[in-house]
């Protein structure tokens, strides 16, 4: 990996494009400090950041808390992305512009994403300010609708702000524009998750051989976690594929013997993003228009409950999560990794067309005939891989949210397994990308 950051830096072309996405990334993480206007922030100051606050933030980069212009994230970029490709299971319409559509259809797609992003904005622009209105110079005078305007069409500008961002870093920068910042809003609240350890670890409780050996732990914990998501990102399974010999022109090229890598988690890290995303959007809903649900009762109270459970250790101010929500967030979110890790496997890998492509090119697997049972055989094989792969991803996924919940509820660990999921596999998606251009660099100095 750093033979590879070092390569890429002597590289001009790719220099160039690190360079330009650690700017976007600056101008990010600056506007993650600048408030939408009429925010009071010495009143929000005080306000009360637990539960489903602290969740948000751990994306956002701290931006939610501070209701900065980029405090709704890419978030609704997420949600609208999961609709269309939902959608263009049932629409055959969209379905087609996605398989058949080529680069046309891919930009269609992506406006209609991006279309429906800026209604999901708007929404949860609106709610946003409803929930938070006392924190609003203004809010509740004769100026109020102007107030809320102002308001609400800020958050949109910084989703919308987002977006392009996202979509420079993908075409002009070093690629995985969405997730890259995802993984800076992550990665931002890191300093400030090992002082919180440190203080309540060594300096509020004073030195002690137990508080040292449950810090040595957590340290241990997380690097065990970084290397099994390493091991399951880059473990692949090799299918066989042998070519016979054929005539092209006037010539007769020789069999080949080559194979087919089959990655264990080939959707990557894109199931955990999404499912994160799935299981807060509820709670993003409920919390805006019914800021003190957490401490009332019935569906929606339940509703919101349920899509917290793991994400925090109280709902609010002295109210305990129940452990029932705890085990049936817990189960849903791994059902919904391993769901969303099917859904992009076979998004991106189809056996038949692979099988088609095999028979056409003259080859087979051996001991397996061309045609529908190499169809059988492929589908087969990436349907164990996916199941090991996402109950893998999505067990260390869960496992580290129970940790709240035990000797460690105290310190309330915002960077737990998802987070580590998502940084691990953006990293290492990166660094693959960074090595692609490179390779493309050699052949064209080759060529040329």
């Known amino acids: 990996m750093f033979n590879t950051m070092k390569n890429a830096l002597k590289t001009p072309d790719v220099r160039k494009r690190v360079l330009y996405t650690l700017l976007l990334i600056v101008i990010f993480r600056l506007g993650c400090y600048i408030s939408v206007p009429t925010v009071n922030?010495?009143?929000?100051?005080?306000?009360n950041q637990g539960g489903f606050v602290q969740l948000i933030n751990?994306?956002?980069?701290?931006a939610f808390s501070r209701l900065s212009i980029f405090a709704m994230s890419i978030t609704p970029y997420i949600t609208a992305s999961i609709v269309i490709q939902l959608l263009g299971m049932i629409i055959p319409s969209l379905e087609k512009l996605t398989k058949e559509g080529g680069e046309e259809g891919r930009n269609k797609i992506n406006r209609y994403t991006k279309i429906l992003t800026i209604v999901l904005a708007l929404i949860e622009g609106l709610g946003l300010y409803l929930s938070y209105r006392?924190?609003?110079i203004g809010a509740y005078g004769p100026e109020k609708v102007l107030t809320g305007a102002i308001v609400v069409l800020s958050f949109m500008a910084g989703t919308a702000f987002l977006m392009w961002l996202g979509d420079q870093i993908t075409n002009k920068g070093i690629g995985n524009g969405i997730s890259i910042l995802i993984f800076v809003g992550i990665v931002s609240g890191l300093p400030a998750g090992i002082k919180s350890i440190f203080d309540k670890l060594i300096l509020n409780n004073h030195f002690s051989t137990t508080n040292l050996i449950i810090a040595l732990a957590i340290l241990l914990a997380a690097?065990?976690?970084?290397?099994?998501?390493?091991?399951?990102?880059q473990a692949e399974r090799r299918i066989p594929v042998q070519y016979s010999k054929k005539v092209v022109g006037r010539k007769m090229m020789g069999?080949?013997?080559?194979?087919i890598p089959l990655k264990l988690a080939m959707a990557g890290v894109m199931p955990i993003i999404?499912?994160?995303s799935f299981m807060t959007f509820p709670a993003m809903i409920i919390q805006i228009f019914k800021s003190d649900i957490a401490t009332q009762s019935g569906f929606l109270a339940g509703l919101y409950k349920l899509s917290i459970a793991t994400s925090t250790t109280q709902l609010a101010e002295g109210v305990k999560v129940p452990l029932g929500y705890v085990i049936a967030n817990a189960l849903i979110y791994l059902l919904l990794i391993v769901g969303f890790t099917f859904f992009y496997t076979y998004a991106t890998f189809n056996p038949a067309e692979v099988s088609s492509n095999i028979k056409k090119?003259?080859?087979?697997?051996?001991?397996?005939?061309?045609?529908?049972?190499t169809t059988q055989y492929l589908s087969s094989v990436l349907t164990k891989i996916t199941w090991v792969g996402g109950l893998f991803l999505a067990l260390i996924a869960i496992i580290p949210m129970f940790a709240r919940f035990g000797a460690l509820g105290e310190l309330n660990l915002a960077?737990?397994?998802?987070?580590?999921?998502?940084?691990?596999g953006v990293a290492l998606e990166t660094v693959q990308q960074l090595e692609s251009y490179l390779v493309m660099r050699h052949y064209k100095g080759f060529l040329n």
Not at 223 to 233: E, N, R, T
Not at 415 to 424: D, N, Q
């Open 274 to 276: 999404f499912a994160s």
């Open 255 to 259: 069999a080949q013997n080559t194979h």
């Open 58 to 62: 751990t994306i956002s980069g701290g």
């Open 361 to 373: 090119n003259g080859g087979f697997i051996p001991g397996i005939r061309a045609g529908k049972p």
């Open 134 to 136: 006392p924190y609003f």
């Open 415 to 424: 960077f737990g397994g998802t987070s580590i999921l998502i940084v691990v």
């Open 223 to 233: 690097v065990i976690l970084v290397a099994g998501v390493v091991f399951v990102q």
């Open 41 to 47: 922030t010495i009143a929000l100051s005080g306000a």
